[in-house]
């Protein structure tokens, strides 16, 4: 206890350098917060707390014992090192945060070093539709029009890229991409029936990838007896259009003949009390 308080008073009142840094790591992984200190530094105390997102005493060295049996997230998962380097793993998303070790050497001089560490989810293998838009009946198998689509799902910081494959410039034009990379779209030929796409989906600490051969999909969307998603469309939209149609109409129909049937019995109902008035 009173080395703790010593060494907040020393944070307090003596000055020290501060650097800080980034260290990025993902899920499951263990990470390594290097503890740096100027040449000549000769290393007594230290100290290695969590700042944020809540404020935890993580690891201590004093008098050459290493401690690190403290009641924080991290217990069980932490382990101080000889060279006062703390090590954390495996990972959870949780564990994001601002971290700090405070060391101070023989002579009373007090250095403190930050880290902010940033543990990102390991990228999933994304998965690769294949849209067609059938050209005419006059040249079926010339030409194709695709749109690629590529999806992963909703972790942080994903970023999408395409890779035309077998070609020395492996990017793709620019103007060909939508919706934040995760579209693409490509003309094809004859001569692009063995061409493959790779959509790369990444973080900045994994990636993965998935491949398509988009012609593939251009000759069964043409072959006989299969349908393209627009002819698809240009058979289901009007027999959904004409069933509403006659839906409606049969309602209004309905309608008109119930208020037909009300007004014919009241006619009925004013002649019968006509024809026998009460006496």
């Given amino acids: 206890t009173c080395f703790l308080w010593n060494v907040l008073l020393w944070e307090a009142l003596i000055p020290m350098a501060v650097i800080g840094a980034q260290v990025l790591s993902k899920v499951g ?19 290695w707390r969590s700042l ?16 690190t049996l403290y009641h924080s997230r991290f217990l069980g998962r932490a382990q101080l090192h000889s060279n006062l380097s703390l090590e954390l793993g495996p990972l959870q998303s949780r564990d994001s945060g601002n971290f700090s070790v405070l060391m101070v ?3 009373g001089r007090a250095w403190t070093q930050t880290l902010q ?11 690769v539709q294949v849209f067609i838009a059938v050209a005419g009946d006059a040249e079926p198998l010339k030409t194709c029009q ?8 909703n972790i942080s910081d994903i970023t999408y890229s395409w890779r035309r494959e077998g070609t020395v410039d492996f990017g793709v034009e620019p103007q060909s991409l939508f919706t934040d990379g995760q579209v693409l779209s ?25 491949t398509v051969t988009p012609w593939e999909s251009c000759h069964h969307e043409a072959a006989p007896g299969n349908a393209s998603y627009k002819d698809m469309l240009l ?22 003949c119930s208020g037909k049937k009300k007004r014919d019995a009241c006619t009925d109902r004013v002649a019968a009390e006509t024809e026998n008035p009460l006496v």
């Fill in 29 to 47: 992984d263990s990470v390594l917060l290097v503890a740096e200190h100027p040449p000549g530094f000769q290393v007594r105390e230290a100290i």
């Fill in 52 to 67: 944020w997102p809540s404020e935890e005493l993580l690891a201590t060295f004093f008098r050459g014992s290493l401690e």
């Fill in 105 to 107: 050497d023989t002579g």
């Fill in 117 to 127: 560490l940033k543990v990102y989810d390991a990228v999933p293998r994304p998965t």
């Fill in 146 to 153: 695709a749109f690629l689509s590529c999806w992963a799902p």
């Fill in 186 to 210: 490509v003309s094809l030929g004859l001569g692009d029936k063995d061409v493959a796409y790779s959509c790369i989906v990444s973080n900045p600490v994994s990636w993965d990838l998935a």
């Fill in 235 to 256: 058979v289901v939209v009007p027999i959904s259009l004409l069933l509403f149609l006659v839906g409606l109409f049969f309602a209004w129909h309905c309608g008109l």
